[in-house]
């Protein structure tokens, strides 16, 4: 009895540990499907998010390609701008180069004109006094030898006029002979007629 009360015994704590780890073992399974459901959550979740980082990252990538494409096209396009521009400006400075020279070769000009008007100014007041002492004297002389021209010049005219008349009338007389023999003439032509 007492080996069957021992064997009863240890069978019930068996069965009684037999169940208990069956209830772990439940528990433990349940515990497992639970932790393997989270996992595949999981996993399913960081596969979405990998494949949404992805698509995001291409879409990153395709949007770096078309800045890097803008931002190229921009700079040739600054570049052919600055060019144009310095092309530009290249060209303003040769024209007010050219515009200073020519200012300043005007300048020079205008330099040696100033110089020699003044120059000239102080040779037309000598000129001016000479000339002023030259009319005094040539007025005095001129007055003497201006009657006598004056006296001269009016027997010329007279001299002159008379010889007008004479040819007018020696012209006149020509003018008529020649009239009365055309008159004659033509008189005795249609007499003839």
Do not use: P
Request: glycine share 2%; with cysteine; hydrophobic share 35%.
């Amino acid at each position: 009895h007492l080996d069957l009360k021992k064997l009863q015994e240890r069978a019930f704590r068996l069965e009684s540990e037999n169940k208990e780890l069956r209830a772990n073992n439940k528990l433990l399974h349940t515990q497992y499907v639970v932790q393997r459901e989270t996992q595949s959550e999981i996993l399913r979740s960081l596969h979405g998010n990998i494949d949404e980082t992805c698509q995001t990252m291409e879409e990153k990538v395709l949007a770096i390609e078309r800045l890097k494409e803008q931002l190229l096209a921009q700079r040739h396009e600054f570049e052919d701008r600055l060019d144009e521009e310095r092309a530009l400006w290249e060209d303003k400075v040769i024209q007010l180069q050219e515009k200073q020279e020519d200012l300043e070769a005007k300048l020079s000009e205008v330099s040696e004109f100033t110089n020699n008007r003044e120059r000239m100014a102080t040779e037309l007041e000598k000129l001016q006094g000479a000339l002023e002492a030259q009319a005094v004297a040539h007025a005095d002389a001129w007055s003497a030898s201006d009657q006598r021209q004056v006296e001269t010049i009016e027997e010329l005219k007279n001299v002159a006029y008379r010889k007008v008349t004479e040819m007018r009338e020696m012209l006149r007389a020509k003018t008529k002979d020649q009239l009365d023999a055309t008159t004659k003439r033509t008189i005795m032509e249609n007499e003839q007629m």
